[in-house]
């Protein structure tokens, strides 16, 4: 282990929900800094390893000062959604591009040995391009993936050789997660095939690429431990299968009917979509330097949701905003 100490900001979301217990149960000492949109029941508060702070990555001080004596700070923290900008514009803006200078420099004045950005595979926005690199050109279709390609080069201008730096576009994630977001596209059709027995596809020749949350998971604990030469600077695209959003729906359908043969034949449904993003990621270069290759399939991820909904661990999962970013946002009137 290189490193001991990590610091993430927005370890209460959906991907930090599963990776925090991960890191802890590897041996790291962790620490979970988030404005608490969707709560913290779900982190295991009861280990000594965990500290949990509630603090808004705005607030460059608070920031500072708590992210002191960490090694590693682990950028996941955003408005995150594409549809977000049916939110207030100034909230996507204030947290998502204004926030982010100022946290790179107080991680960096507090001693931070290396910087890992989350960024967004939508940040590519729409491409016909067989395959699209992490050199392709961004052309962004809504604040979201903006303003997510907008930071990356603010990382960059503040990296040294003690403060590596190192951003990764994640593909759309999907799976089974203890904050669970049913508002993914993966998540949606299975939500929607268990518990109405029909999947409403919008669109559906839009291509999608995926990645199962375990996967993001581990590209994180790969990129706490890789060496210094390998990252610094880098720009790593992550995903796993590019399906269009028709075949993931047909995909959906075919293993929902296996885990409950009781349902009988699940109907899909098309209606038009005004969300257009299309790109087909190649994910070569982080198998080419860090040797990473997903392992986790989207059925793994179909069949893992099944199984969560059997036990019980997603109630109300039409209702409950808990599971909707947006909806949750609003609802709280998030400013």
Not at 276 to 297: A, C, E, M, Q, W
Not at 298 to 324: G, H
Not at 325 to 332: G, M
Request: glycine share 6%; aromatic share 10%.
């Amino acid at each position: 282990m290189k490193f001991k100490s990590v610091f993430i900001t927005g370890g209460a979301g959906y991907c930090g929900s599963r990776l925090v217990p991960q890191l802890l149960a590897k041996g790291y000492k962790v620490t979970v800094y988030d404005i608490m949109y969707f709560g913290d029941d779900f982190l295991p508060k009861e280990n000594p390893n965990l500290k949990v702070i509630a603090g808004d990555i705005r607030d460059s001080a608070k920031l500072q000062e708590s992210c002191k004596n960490h090694d590693v700070f682990v950028s996941l923290a955003c408005i995150s959604n594409d549809a977000s900008f049916e939110l207030d514009e100034k909230l996507s803006t204030s947290v998502n591009l204004d926030a982010f200078e100022p946290m790179v420099l107080a991680a960096k004045n507090s001693g931070i040995k290396r910087f890992i950005y989350a960024s967004s595979s939508s940040v590519y926005g729409v491409s016909d391009k067989p395959d699209v690199t992490e050199d392709h050109p961004l052309v962004p279709l809504t604040l979201y993936n903006k303003y997510k390609g907008m930071c990356e080069p603010l990382l960059r201008k503040h990296t040294t050789n003690d403060f590596v730096g190192v951003t990764f576009r994640p593909a759309t994630v999907c799976g089974y997660a203890p904050r669970q977001r049913l508002d993914l596209s993966v998540n949606i059709l299975t939500n929607h095939a268990v518990n109405k027995n029909k999947i409403t596809v919008f669109g559906g020749d839009q291509l999608r690429p995926n990645l199962h949350i375990q996967d993001y998971c581990g590209m994180v604990e790969l990129l706490l431990d890789a060496p210094d030469e390998k990252i610094q600077n880098e720009i790593f695209n992550v995903g796993f299968q590019n399906m269009s959003i028709k075949d993931i729906a047909v995909l959906v359908k075919r293993v929902v009917e296996e885990e409950y043969p009781e349902k009988g034949e699940i109907g899909i449904v098309t209606e038009s979509s005004n969300d257009n993003r299309s790109y087909h990621i190649n994910s070569d270069k982080v198998k080419r330097v860090l040797g990473f290759t997903p392992k986790y399939s989207i059925e793994y991820a179909v069949r893992e949701l099944c199984k969560a909904f059997k036990e019980d661990k997603l109630p109300k999962s039409f209702d409950d905003d808990f599971y909707f970013n947006v909806r949750r946002l609003k609802r709280l009137q998030a400013v």
